[in-house]
């Protein structure tokens, strides 16, 4: 039997919404619970931490998402 093992991940996550849909402030609340329901039902995975770091909002469609 193989030694059970803890695995630390650090990364960065981003995400990018395009047009009026989601409003710059409700972006925090609606990626934590995206990424609550998508990872607290995972056995092996006993804890997580969301950190919004900055959110810049641009006019227009610099990504080109348009085109």
């Given amino acids: 039997m193989s030694e059970r093992t803890t695995k630390y991940v650090t990364g960065t996550f981003t995400a990018t919404y395009h047009g009026r849909y989601v409003p710059a402030d409700e972006i925090p609340g609606r990626l934590s619970a995206a990424l609550d329901s998508g990872l607290n039902d995972r056995d092996d995975l006993r804890t997580w931490n969301f950190e ?9 469609d610099p990504e080109g998402y348009d085109s």
Avoid at 52 to 60: A, L, P
């Fill in 52 to 60: 919004i770091v900055e959110i810049d909002e641009v006019t227009g």
